[in-house]
């Protein structure tokens, strides 16, 4: 892999909100991957507007990260600009006789937006408890949890334009919201704000939903690893891109495809192990690299390929690569 061409010289004078030379290895759930040649972490809108303007003049490639619980980061780092939005505000507003507006910044994580939403008796967004992660990370991948999508809440919001440097406010239908997908992906956009119309409880529906919380997480942690991982390393299947039928339902489940392999707790490169709890999760037990990371999942998807000629796809966003690492 290149190594990353210092530019520092070039420039004299950085904005206090960004830093050169800024390791990744703490930002990511990971914990691998190099150093970010720029990272700026606005607090506001307007610092947001200056660190695409400093991007733009430098003519540096820009990547956005939340708390990067799904992201895999390069061993060479990121060249460029990684931008890690620190709006943290939340507010409330009323709507309707039933619901309540609900505005967080990109860089809330979705811990304690749960939290205070149940803190105002709001309802919804506590079917996501447990699940890491940034509004920004959150709203960019649909975040989802068996039937209960994101896209369900999210009402509007407020993106700024990469090229421009202007902010926009869009409705839900913007996004062009899917499995896994929404309309950041094209990277022309990054989310700022977003509002979620969330419904108004009383006392007793809260606590009911506060014992539902403590009842999801407690049900993740006995099936997923909870640190050292990015959650499902694959998504799984769209319909028709298989033909394996159970119970008359076409099987998309990629973990299904890795249990049948029998990967779980024993396929491993260097620290870079399948997890014992969940076939598509790839946990980092030691002192794992990206690249062991890397390779253990191309192993993965060559052993499904072979026994089933289909290939996982990553669900994990990979970044700072020159090349796309993985088969595809
Ligand atoms: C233990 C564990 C369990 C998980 N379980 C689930 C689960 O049940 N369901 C699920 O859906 N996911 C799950 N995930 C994945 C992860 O929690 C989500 O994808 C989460 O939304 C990532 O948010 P983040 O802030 O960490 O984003 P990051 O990982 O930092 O970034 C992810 C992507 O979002 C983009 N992005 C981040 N912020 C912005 C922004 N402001 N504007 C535009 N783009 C942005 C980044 O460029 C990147 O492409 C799990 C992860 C872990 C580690």
Sequence with gaps: MEKLQPII???????PFITHNV??????????????????EPSTGQEFQEALQFAKTHNLPITLIG????????????AGLVIRPALKNITISPYDHEHMLLHAGAGVSMH????YCLEHNL?????FSGIPGSVGGSVYINLHYFEFLISQFLLSAQVIEKATGLMHEVDNGWFNFGYNYSTLHQNAHYLVLATFKLKKADALQTTYAQGRRIEIMRHRAKRYPT???????FRNFHEH?????????????????LDKIGVKGQLRVGDALVSHQHANMIVNVGNATTADIIQLARTMQQMVFEQFGIVPQAECRLLGFDMHPLLS
Excluded: Q
């Design 9 to 15: 010289e070039h420039i004299s004078a950085l904005p």
């Design 23 to 40: 390791s990744l290895k703490d930002k990511n759930w990971f914990r691998t991957g190099g150093n970010a040649e720029f990272f700026a």
């Design 67 to 78: 708390e990067g619980a799904n992201v895999l980061i390069s061993d060479a780092g990121i």
């Design 112 to 115: 304690d937006l749960i939290v």
């Design 123 to 127: 309802l919804g967004l506590e079917e």
């Design 227 to 233: 640190k050292n991982t990015c959650g499902s390393f």
């Design 241 to 257: 891109e298989v033909t394996l039928v159970s119970n008359n339902k076409k099987m998309i489940y990629v973990a299904y495809y």
